[in-house]
């Protein structure tokens, strides 16, 4: 199947070949009809699947399709607007639609914190078709009056269940209030729990469901290991690893920024060139960082959960574990950044004796064990003792900052079209992160000053504090949609309760590709949508 067989128009085409692709993936072959015809979707993919290209071919061949709209000021009106929740994402997904739209007169820009406000004013005066944003700079807008979304015709929320992990939910709730209620909803998410569920019945009407890939499962193509360590041991197994094998684009996953940047510095005392990339990072860190880390002169780069998605590299090689996430969906995240495209890549996992109840997690997820291989020389202790995780002195918080703080660093997403789209925008958004002022009730995340002690309570009462294992997320992230269509097909669901309200539960490489596009390379790393 080519791209034009899909109902693309010339131009679109044109760019497409352009940048090296030629053959769809089964994440576009489906989506792009679906949103050609207008009506809302949901679509389930796993990072790497080209599902940015899925949408945003689409929306540029509507819109090109319809005359633009004039906003009362006379200027061309915002008739898209994709939703995404780190700036490194909206950055990306942006660049794409510059880069797929190139031969179409059709006008966007981006929008997220961290950088000054005036450009994105500037930008929206001057009238613009599809606006790529973070939920907390698009309020910001909204609160201003510098954006009308009253001709919005199209709305994206993109990786969804990453936006509901990382405390969109209130934002999110706040804009659908303001946008108008006649509009094509278009929801895609790598995962489908029951949060995810619900905002679907209370966002879409009657949407097509796609799924390309099993739910909540692992590439095919990832050679997954379990190395057992204890945990004092650890980084010099990882760096007799790196060393004997003669890894390079080692991409290395620490569950706190702390820990990032200490793993950083002990490999580089080893002699392995490697840097920490994490929302306390400035912008122009993360940048220099990942900028050397794809062209190969940086050996091992270190990454929290909040950079996961911000990390989009052809042919990565090598993912490591070097903690395994609390959360066992971020598993599935992390280990996609390598083996996308049907290219063959490897995940290994350093786990100790704390981690052994994280890892059944993440083999309940995925439906099956990872092999293990205890290495020579790096033999666990048998009697070692778990210790709870959040009290081992690890400051730095690896998870993304809740609901209600400030926005910190944005992981990036899945994605990213050829090379020849990527540089554009690098550099162009340059700032350091919002503060992280904390909501009261909201409890700490490792790293973050805990509360002081109070005076004690009636017998009885709830427990207040956090220690222990860090708190998961309570529901389980195994449940199927209604109705799901695999490869080839696509199915309906029914039609959401007539008079629901849909806040209300809201509240390619150098050398030519036949695999599609998977949308823009990110500029930049690291930095939480705001």
Same mark, same amino acid.
């Given at each position: 199947m080519s791209f034009d067989s899909l109902g693309l128009s010339e131009p679109l085409v044109r760019a497409v070949h352009e940048l090296g692709y030629t053959t769809p993936t089964p994440i576009q072959t489906q989506a792009i009809p679906a949103v050609l015809n207008g009506g809302d979707l949901l679509a389930g993919a796993q990072t790497g699947t080209g599902k940015t290209a899925g949408f945003t071919l689409p929306i540029l061949q509507r819109l090109h399709s319809m005359p633009p709209l004039a906003a009362a000021s006379g200027k061309r009106a915002v008739r898209a607007l994709i939703l995404t929740p780190t700036r490194e994402l909206a950055a990306q997904v942006e660049e794409s639609v510059r880069a797929y739209g190139k031969y179409l007169k059709l006008k966007s %820009?981006?929008?997220? =914190? =961290?950088? =000054?406000? /005036?450009?994105q004013i500037g930008a929206l005066k001057s009238g613009v078709d599809i606006v790529v944003a973070t939920?907390? &700079?698009?309020?910001? @807008?909204?609160q201003q009056k510098t954006i009308d979304l009253s001709h919005l015709e199209i709305l994206v929320l993109d990786e969804a269940d990453r936006m509901l992990d990382m405390g969109f939910i209130h934002d999110i709730k706040r804009v659908l209030a303001k946008l108008p209620p006649k509009r094509q909803n278009l929801l895609f998410s790598a995962t489908f729990s029951d949060e995810i569920k619900a905002l679907a019945d /209370? $966002? $879409?009407?009657?949407? !097509? $469901?796609?799924?390309?890939a099993r739910r909540n499962t692992t590439a095919e193509t990832v050679a997954q290991k379990i @190395?057992?360590?204890? &945990?004092?041991?650890?980084?010099? $197994?990882? %760096? @007799?690893?790196?060393?004997? @094998? /003669?890894? #390079?684009?080692?991409?290395? #996953?620490t569950r706190t920024k702390h820990g990032a940047n200490r793993l950083a510095e002990q490999l580089t005392k080893d002699g392995i060139s490697a840097l920490a990339i994490h929302g306390n990072k400035s912008q122009s860190a993360r940048t220099r960082a990942l900028a050397e880390f794809k062209d190969g002169t940086l050996q091992v780069l270190v990454a929290t959960d909040i950079a996961a998605r911000g990390i989009d590299i052809d042919q990565l090689p090598h993912v490591v574990n070097f903690d395994l996430p609390n959360?066992?969906?971020?598993?599935? +995240?992390?280990i996609g950044r390598t083996g996308r495209a049907g290219a063959t890549g490897e995940a290994v996992s350093l786990v100790c004796v704390d981690e052994l109840q994280l890892l059944k997690d993440i083999e309940k997820l995925i439906k099956r064990p990872v092999p293990q291989e205890v290495i020579a020389g790096f033999e666990p202790d048998p009697t070692a003792k778990p210790e709870p995780i959040l009290r &081992?002195?690890?400051?730095g918080g690896g998870r993304s900052p809740r609901q209600g703080q400030g926005q910190g660093a944005p992981n990036g997403g899945n994605g990213g079209a050829a090379r020849g789209a990527r540089g554009s925008s690098q550099g162009a958004n340059q700032g350091t992160a919002q503060g992280t002022a904390q909501r009261s009730g909201q409890r700490p995340t490792n790293g973050q000053q805990q509360p002081k002690p109070q005076a004690a309570k009636p017998q009885g009462a709830k427990p207040a504090g956090n220690g222990g294992q860090p708190r998961r997320d309570g529901q389980r992230h195994?449940? &199927?949609?209604?109705?799901? !269509? +695999?490869?080839?097909?696509? !199915? +309906? !669901?029914?039609?959401?309760?007539?008079?629901s309200n849909p806040g209300a539960l809201l509240g390619g490489g150098a050398k030519p590709r036949t695999d599609a596009p998977r949308g823009a390379h990110p500029a930049r790393s690291g930095q939480r949508g705001r």
């Amino acid at each position: 199947m080519s791209f034009d067989s899909l109902g693309l128009s010339e131009p679109l085409v044109r760019a497409v070949h352009e940048l090296g692709y030629t053959t769809p993936t089964p994440i576009q072959t489906q989506a792009i009809p679906a949103v050609l015809n207008g009506g809302d979707l949901l679509a389930g993919a796993q990072t790497g699947t080209g599902k940015t290209a899925g949408f945003t071919l689409p929306i540029l061949q509507r819109l090109h399709s319809m005359p633009p709209l004039a906003a009362a000021s006379g200027k061309r009106a915002v008739r898209a607007l994709i939703l995404t929740p780190t700036r490194e994402l909206a950055a990306q997904v942006e660049e794409s639609v510059r880069a797929y739209g190139k031969y179409l007169k059709l006008k966007s %820009t981006v929008m997220f =914190g =961290g950088v =000054g406000i /005036n450009p994105q004013i500037g930008a929206l005066k001057s009238g613009v078709d599809i606006v790529v944003a973070t939920p907390g &700079r698009l309020l910001d @807008h909204m609160q201003q009056k510098t954006i009308d979304l009253s001709h919005l015709e199209i709305l994206v929320l993109d990786e969804a269940d990453r936006m509901l992990d990382m405390g969109f939910i209130h934002d999110i709730k706040r804009v659908l209030a303001k946008l108008p209620p006649k509009r094509q909803n278009l929801l895609f998410s790598a995962t489908f729990s029951d949060e995810i569920k619900a905002l679907a019945d /209370n $966002l $879409l009407d009657s949407p !097509a $469901l796609i799924e390309v890939a099993r739910r909540n499962t692992t590439a095919e193509t990832v050679a997954q290991k379990i @190395h057992p360590v204890d &945990r004092d041991k650890k980084r010099e $197994l990882l %760096t @007799h690893l790196i060393k004997q @094998h /003669n890894w #390079f684009q080692v991409l290395v #996953f620490t569950r706190t920024k702390h820990g990032a940047n200490r793993l950083a510095e002990q490999l580089t005392k080893d002699g392995i060139s490697a840097l920490a990339i994490h929302g306390n990072k400035s912008q122009s860190a993360r940048t220099r960082a990942l900028a050397e880390f794809k062209d190969g002169t940086l050996q091992v780069l270190v990454a929290t959960d909040i950079a996961a998605r911000g990390i989009d590299i052809d042919q990565l090689p090598h993912v490591v574990n070097f903690d395994l996430p609390n959360v066992p969906e971020d598993y599935v +995240h992390r280990i996609g950044r390598t083996g996308r495209a049907g290219a063959t890549g490897e995940a290994v996992s350093l786990v100790c004796v704390d981690e052994l109840q994280l890892l059944k997690d993440i083999e309940k997820l995925i439906k099956r064990p990872v092999p293990q291989e205890v290495i020579a020389g790096f033999e666990p202790d048998p009697t070692a003792k778990p210790e709870p995780i959040l009290r &081992r002195g690890q400051g730095g918080g690896g998870r993304s900052p809740r609901q209600g703080q400030g926005q910190g660093a944005p992981n990036g997403g899945n994605g990213g079209a050829a090379r020849g789209a990527r540089g554009s925008s690098q550099g162009a958004n340059q700032g350091t992160a919002q503060g992280t002022a904390q909501r009261s009730g909201q409890r700490p995340t490792n790293g973050q000053q805990q509360p002081k002690p109070q005076a004690a309570k009636p017998q009885g009462a709830k427990p207040a504090g956090n220690g222990g294992q860090p708190r998961r997320d309570g529901q389980r992230h195994d449940d &199927r949609p209604r109705a799901i !269509a +695999h490869e080839g097909g696509v !199915a +309906h !669901a029914p039609r959401k309760p007539q008079g629901s309200n849909p806040g209300a539960l809201l509240g390619g490489g150098a050398k030519p590709r036949t695999d599609a596009p998977r949308g823009a390379h990110p500029a930049r790393s690291g930095q939480r949508g705001r």
